[in-house]
């Protein structure tokens, strides 16, 4: 896609990158470490601030809220716009728009500065994951728009949970009214083991991943996805995992906005 | 997550508590729920982060951002968005536009008639799109818009001026939101957070020629009253930044603390702190 079309008013790097040639390290993934060192269930450490886009001074162009995340190698910004009056509007409830974007150099590759379907689809899961824990009754006619970019990625599921955790700390951040936020998290399955949060080159070993986002105070489930096969019962323990897994996460979120609002 | 594991708390524990989205707040079944909670099976939940607030029976939670909610009577400042038929939309900075029905507007001149189909013809010679208004609120619609009018000779057209847009939370109800300030400059300051800071143009004279409010044209600015806005819209961006209450008192505190220094450097940091301090220590004595 992105040879078809080429931009001549930007700077057009090379398509493909050549990594130099490090000494051969162990990398068995099957070993209890992992290769950044983590064990088998260990979560990336996790960053964010709330109101890195939001300038002191308000006005129509700057956004209502937004919100930086970095788990490990993941780094990702939200910005939240409104509750404002949308194109599109419903008489009855506001609608939740999510724009999900890789910047051209948040890959291994190169990525096109249009949007790629893989894109949009994201985008509709974000929209999915998120706006069942939006009071969106209380915004008559407004819509809500959320524009995540991807700064850098490493592990599509994990990529998605982080954008997931962004936006609900971003929509906190704007103020908007939630029934509760909204955490996410990926596990992996390898062997007959699930390793959590798992990096690129874990995914790509992987046979199946799993990405779950939930509202663990209001205990309700609102993003489930699977790639890949697996036995029920190891997914009945993957979704296990994964909603205490999400309850740890939520912890970290609901104690930096805390402190956050606090301060 | 829940704030009381014990269901009848005392009062005094609600208030004042910082709070995240979903966090229980109590399940006491006397409490009625205000603004920025929810209730589900009998207990009150927040929906937004920030401090609980309880005024008898009431339980709210205040959040740190929040955008402008109207009120009837209330004065604002709106940019209009689009000219429609027999309606202007305004942002008002609110959850939606604000309406401002051809009807509800002054004909230049004042005279009191009836608006014709001629007069929605020539919409645009009175409002065009991009233009600033000073406005009242004149009612809801079913769905919670705001219903904006300017019948009163010092509504209409703003000119003359620069808009400074701050947090709506920092401007306070008060009786008067027009204020000519002792150093020759007019201010409004909209209850949504847009705030006008213009050349000060005594009243008599738009009343003398009330042609004039519906006017594109700026009168001549000299050089010292363009400083002199600008220091007026600095100190406003600094009381929004220090989150001080925005009223005639505190920017005219801020503007005396601020004439020592050039009005480029005031929202630089030294300045700024430095007249935080200032402002800060007047507006306690005050009180």
Known sequence: ??????????INGPQRSVEPVYLKTETSVSADSRQDGRTRTNVRPIFMRTGPLSPQATSAASPSGSAYYEQGKIRISCAIYGPRQGRKSNPRMGIFDCDFKYAPFSCSWKRSHLKSSDEKEIGLMLEQAISPAIRLDAYPKASIDAFVTVIES???AATISAAINCISAALVDAGIEIYDSVAACSVALMGSEFYYDCTQEEEDSAQCTLLMACMPNANEITYLLQQGKTLPEQTEKAVQTCSDLCTQI???????LQTSVEQ | MQIDDIPSSTARDLASRIVTPGT???????????HGTFGENDTIYSSVAGAVERINKLVSVRPLKQRYSGEIGDIVVGRITEVGSKRWRVDVNSRQDGVLLLSSINLPGGIQRRKLESDELQMRTFFAEGDLVFAEVQS??????LSLHTRSIQYGKLRNGQLVTVFPQLVPRSRSHFHTLPCGVDIVVGVNGYIWVSKHVP???????SELIYSDRN???SDSERETIARIANCIHLLNRLYVKITDTSIIFAYEASLPHAVKDLLTKEVATDLAHTVKARLLQQS
């Not at chain 2, 229980?24 to 205000?34: K, L």
């Not at chain 2, 009243?203 to 020629?209: G, H, L, P, Q, S």
Request: net charge positive; charged share 30%; hydrophobic share 40%.
């Open chain 2, 219 to 221: 009168e001549h600015i």
């Open chain 1, 154 to 156: 490493d592990g599509k």
């Open chain 1, 250 to 256: 939520y912890a970290v979120i609901c104690r930096y």
């Open chain 2, 24 to 34: 229980a707040i109590t399940s006491d079944p006397a409490y009625m729920r205000g």
């Open chain 2, 140 to 145: 809801f619609f079913a769905d919670g818009g």
């Open chain 2, 203 to 209: 009243a008599a004279k738009v009343e003398a020629n």
């Open chain 1, 1 to 10: 896609m992105s040879t078809n079309a080429i931009d001549r008013r930007r």
